[in-house]
């Protein structure tokens, strides 16, 4: 990696964004000495590579050892002083950072009453339900909120067994999560095979085909729980023929069979649509959320159902609990970023800057990199970049994030870079990141 001449770039874009009034200043007040900043590095790598995983301590030195400090807005500030846009964060953070309407929320929050008694009544659960039902689509009503996604995907598969649909039908290389339950549906083998057996009674069908679901709900008619993405992030950002959810809608329900749509990466504004289900006017029976709904500062995922499907969970409030599921700090969280999504109109503006982005990546990534190149696509904020040489999508990645601007890869599809930008970025971060990544196309041919 030409980290030098990447960093000089970064270095150069800090002042320049600063002036801008990005809210990225260094806030470093000037790097630490490099002999200092790599003993705390080498520090910092032995004692995770002690105490959590050698692969997780690899993978920080793999991208360049740096150190997370701080956050504001679109940018991530480092240890040793560097900026980068945060481009990354697997979909969380679509507000950026720290945004200054889910921090007063939490902030409040934690001065009061952060973790509840769950015995007594407590209003910040029930605001913040009001809050995401506000602007789920009509007729789902019901919230089971938990920490992570692939908690939410657990109460929905319980939930569908509750009603007798123990059939579960998910999508090849789809990815829900890896609880055992959500394993049983995240279509990889990878991450499967090593915890087997999973859950029985598991098809997959390809994503996109609604003629394989059909086949499948016929044999299995009013007993199977189908779970989609609108679109697969996971997978290298799969985007489906028009048209497909209103299928799969239109099969769920002629084949009695639950639909359970995963927005938990494209939801809350990802798609710049509030959901990926607006885009096709489908309402499922379960809308699962996650990432954003945490305002990228306290983690919460929800499950959102129709009063019917939630009847379970309705009479018996002990039938699937979890101790700090609904705590106010997440729950305050959950409130503040539905409110700042509405109140900054990000959603809009996802839908905006989405195409512009999408259309500078493809430009550079044609102009340079030539073949090596087989797709640009996305929806909204949810770029992936499809590469038809081996290793190239991490060479990329890392010539990325030398350049000052940090991407994902895709857990299921080794050849798609991702890019998740937050939808606060502004213009002058928009030509940040279109130069950083002509600057990583030109480097990995280098
Ligand atoms: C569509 C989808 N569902 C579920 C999950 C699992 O969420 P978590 O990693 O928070 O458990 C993810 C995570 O990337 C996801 O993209």
């Not at 030409?2 to 002042?15: G, P």
């Not at 009503?141 to 929905?156: I, P």
């Not at 959320?289 to 129709?306: E, Q, R």
């Not at 599921?325 to 700042?340: D, E, F, H, I, T």
């Amino acid at each position: 990696m030409t980290t030098t001449t990447a960093n000089t770039a970064n270095t150069a874009n800090t002042a320049d964004a600063a002036e801008a009034g990005t809210g990225g200043g260094t806030g470093a007040g000037g790097a630490a000495p490099a002999g200092e900043r790599r003993t705390g590095t080498d520090s910092l790598i032995t004692r995770c590579r002690t105490h959590l995983s050698k692969g997780r301590a690899s993978l920080g030195e793999m991208f360049g050892g740096d150190v997370e400090a701080s956050s504001s807005g679109a940018w991530i500030h480092t240890a040793s002083g560097r900026r980068i846009l945060n481009c990354g964060g697997y979909g969380v953070f679509l507000m950026g950072a720290r945004h200054p309407r889910v921090l007063a929320e939490v902030e409040r929050q934690l001065a009061t009453n952060p973790v509840a008694t769950r015995l007594l009544l407590e209003p910040t659960v029930v605001e913040a339900a009001e809050a995401l039902v506000s602007v789920t689509p009509d007729g789902l009503s019901k919230v089971h909120f938990a920490c992570g996604g692939a908690e939410a995907v657990e109460a929905a598969i319980k939930l569908a067994r509750a009603q007798g649909r123990r059939h579960l039908v998910s999508t090849v290389n789809g990815y829900h999560g890896k609880t055992m339950g959500a394993l049983s549906v995240t279509g990889k083998d990878t991450f499967q095979d090593p915890f087997r057996p999973l859950l029985a009674g598991v098809s997959q069908v390809p994503y996109g085909d609604a003629g394989a679901l059909e086949g499948v709900l016929a044999r299995h008619e009013d007993e199977a729980c189908v779970l989609v993405e609108p679109v697969q992030g996971e997978a290298g950002v799969i985007v489906p023929p028009d048209g497909y959810l209103r299928e799969v809608a239109q099969l769920c329900r002629r084949y009695g069979a639950l639909f359970v749509l995963d927005e938990i990466q494209t939801g809350l504004g990802r798609l710049g649509h509030w959901w990926g289900a607006d885009r096709e006017g489908v309402v499922p029976d379960m809308l699962l959320v996650g990432k954003g709904l945490s305002g990228g500062i306290v983690p919460v995922s929800a499950l959102v159902a129709s009063p019917e499907v939630f009847r379970p969970f309705d009479r018996d409030p002990f039938i699937h609990t979890s101790t700090f599921s609904g705590n106010p700090l997440a729950m305050a969280a959950a409130k503040g970023a539905v409110a700042a999504l509405r109140e900054d109109e990000l959603v809009a503006r996802a839908a905006e800057l989405g195409p512009e982005l999408r259309a500078g990546i493809e430009d550079t990534a044609r102009e340079v990199l030539g073949d090596r190149v087989r797709e640009v696509r996305g929806v909204g904020l949810l770029i992936g970049v499809e590469f038809t040489v081996p290793g190239l999508a991490g060479d990329l990645l890392l010539e990325l994030l030398g350049a000052g601007v940090l991407g994902n890869h895709s857990l299921n599809s080794s050849g798609v870079m991702r890019l998740t930008p937050p939808a606060v970025l502004t213009a002058g971060d928009v030509e940040f990141l279109l130069d950083a990544f002509e600057y990583a196309c030109r480097a990995v041919l280098d």
